[in-house]
T-cell receptor
Framework: NAGVTQTPKFRVLKTGQSMTLLCAQD?????MYWYRQDPGMGLRLIHY???????AKGEVPDGYNVSRLKKQNFLLGLESAAPSQTSVYFC??????????FGQGTRLTVV | GDSVTQMEGPVTLSEEAFLTINCTYT??????LFWYVQYPGEGLQLLLK?????DKGSNKGFEATYRKETTSFHLEKGSVQVSDSAVYFC???????????FGKGTRLSVIA
């Protein structure tokens, strides 16, 4: 049972480039989340999804888009990367009120 | 909105010392409360949780009690080990389909 898998694990982008982060879970969870982790800021919610085909904005959604076309996948897109988006990105999933399972993280650097 | 405040770190302790990491919250209704731990280079994993007032969550020697009257969920461990060195996050969820809200994290370093 793989749990929550994020790809890629590391990436360096140039300002203005685009990329997509993939989160995949094999636990049949309804809810999926994207957070970013920055020093001294804890985890801040970017976007989340309460089911296939639905998405909602979190605390810091600007500059990001998401899609949940399949229940098991939650994609996070950066259309035009900026240095302020340098961060560690975590995906998580839950089934109702159970514990959240996290991926290993994606370390993104925008230069 | 809902929020979580936890003590700022870093916290440095000697092995076998007593640990307390304070956490207080602001929320409407009756949230569930969690402590997550992040070891170096890894994602977060659940350490313990409590879903109603006066519940005590415990795991791996760590404990935390849901105190509604003080809106607190302090993490404690009687005797820390070097292997407990990590970042600890307090979090809440207000209902089953709402996202977790995290505190800023507290980095713990335990020295031998």
């Amino acid at each position: 049972n793989a749990g929550v898998t994020q790809t890629p694990k590391f990436r360096v982008l140039k300002t203005g480039q685009s990329m997509t982060l993939l989160c995949a879970q094999d636990m049949n969870h309804e809810y999926m989340y994207w957070y970013r982790q920055d020093p001294g800021m804890g985890l801040r919610l970017i976007h989340y999804s309460v089911g296939e085909g639905t998405t909602a904005k979190g605390e810091v959604p600007d500059g990001y888009n998401v899609s949940r076309l399949k229940k098991q996948n939650f994609l996070l897109g950066l259309e035009s990367a900026a240095p302020s988006q340098t961060s560690v990105y975590f995906c998580a999933s839950t089934l109702g009120d159970t514990e959240a399972f996290f991926g290993q993280g994606t370390r993104l650097t925008v230069v | 909105g809902d929020s979580v405040t936890q003590m700022e770190g870093p916290v440095t302790l000697s092995e076998e010392a007593f640990l307390t990491i304070n956490c207080t919250y602001t929320a409407t209704g009756y949230p569930s409360l969690f402590w997550y731990v992040q070891y170096p280079g890894e994602g977060l994993q659940l350490l313990l949780k409590a879903t109603k007032a006066d519940d005590k969550g415990s795991n791996k020697g760590f404990e935390a009690t849901y105190r509604k009257e003080t809106t607190s969920f302090h993490l404690e461990k009687g005797s820390v080990q070097v292997s407990d060195s990590a970042v600890y996050f307090c979090a809440l969820r207000n209902s089953g389909n709402t996202p977790l809200v995290f505190g800023k994290g507290t980095r713990l370093s335990v020295i031998a």
